[in-house]
């Protein structure tokens, strides 16, 4: 298996403009998390799925944050309008089932907002 | 919500010294406690786990210890190598909220050789 799938790897984007993170999970995998990371905050957990289901997501930091999960194979990560202080690492992983297994990350995507 | 604190959040050792990195979790009912390398640039990948009916594990030069009464786990390496050098992460997770993890803040190791 190609492991997990993020696209794109870079983005640069103006202040304002809508931003759309893609993720491909590991085939067979039933669990979906999209976290973001930066040195201030850490690795915090935006949002999780479970069979394509969003279970949590109290750690959207707000209404311009929206993630969808249409199926198995794929999930999307959007932040409209984008602001300079959304520029972090996004990170997707997946696991077989729940967090109670591995997770497997995706190489991330850089977001910077100017 | 489950809280997990990590320390210290900067540990250097010599080559070929042992390195301890200590969380703890706030949530008694969580059963799961994996640890995260993550070297710069990179992403984060699972180094070992323990579940909360075992005590210790061990995969070679890494073992991890558990202790449910007191709600803590620490990861031990030995015979550091200046490859070991990056960011750790531990994980509490498949307590109240089931489904969810809390991540440690992370603690960045390097070994100098």
């Known amino acids: 298996d190609a492991g997990v799938i993020q696209s794109p790897r870079h983005e640069v984007t103006e202040m304002g403009q809508e931003v759309t993170l893609r993720c491909k999970p590991i085939?067979?995998?039933?669990?979906l998390f999209w976290y973001r990371q930066t040195m201030m905050r850490g690795l915090e957990l935006l949002i999780y799925?479970?069979?394509?289901?969003?279970?949590?997501d109290s750690g959207m930091p707000e209404d311009r944050f929206s993630a969808k999960m249409p199926n198995a194979s794929f999930s999307t990560l959007k932040i409209q309008p984008s602001e300079p202080r959304d520029s972090a690492v996004y990170f997707c992983?997946?696991?077989?089932?729940?967090?109670?297994?591995?997770?497997?990350f995706g190489p991330g995507t850089r977001l910077t907002v100017t | 919500g489950e809280n997990v604190e990590q320390h210290p959040s900067t540990l250097s050792v010599q080559e070929g010294d042992s390195a301890v990195i200590k969380c703890t979790y706030s949530?008694?009912?969580?059963?799961?406690f994996p640890w995260y390398k993550q070297e710069l640039g990179k992403r984060p990948q699972l180094i070992i786990d323990?579940?909360?009916?075992?005590g210790e594990k061990k995969d070679q030069r890494i073992a991890v210890t558990l202790n449910k009464t007191a709600k803590h786990f620490s990861l031990h390496i030995t015979e550091t190598q200046p490859e070991d050098s990056a960011v750790y992460f531990c994980?509490?997770?498949?307590?109240?909220?089931?489904?969810?993890?809390?991540f440690g803040d992370g603690t960045t190791l390097t070994v100098k050789p």
């Open positions: 799925f479970n069979n394509n289901v969003p279970i949590d």
């Open positions: 085939s067979g995998h039933n669990s």
């Open positions: 992983a997946s696991s077989l089932q729940g967090s109670s297994y591995e997770q497997y």
């Open positions: 323990i579940r909360s009916n075992v």
């Open positions: 994980a509490a997770s498949g307590g109240t909220n089931a489904g969810k993890s809390t």
């Open positions: 949530d008694s009912a969580s059963n799961y």
